[in-house]
């Protein structure tokens, strides 16, 4: 691990190594991680934008 190996996380080289194992991903463990994906951006979106929804009266 040369990011460990320097004292500190260096980030190119973890960019690096993440586009490698990426790129020698199966379609399956790359859908698992593109469902994964969706599923926080839509969590980040709802909570950034819940302040701005109003509140409806329940009838």
Do not use: C, Q
Not at 8 to 27: E, P
């Amino acid at each position: 691990m040369e990011a460990k190996h320097k004292g500190s996380f260096d980030m190119r080289v973890i960019s690096k190594v993440t586009g490698i194992f990426w790129n020698n991903a199966s379609f399956e463990e790359k859908t698992v991680y593109k469902k994964l994906f969706k599923r926080v951006n839509e969590i980040y979106h709802e909570r950034k934008y819940s302040h701005l929804l109003i509140p409806t009266p329940s009838t």
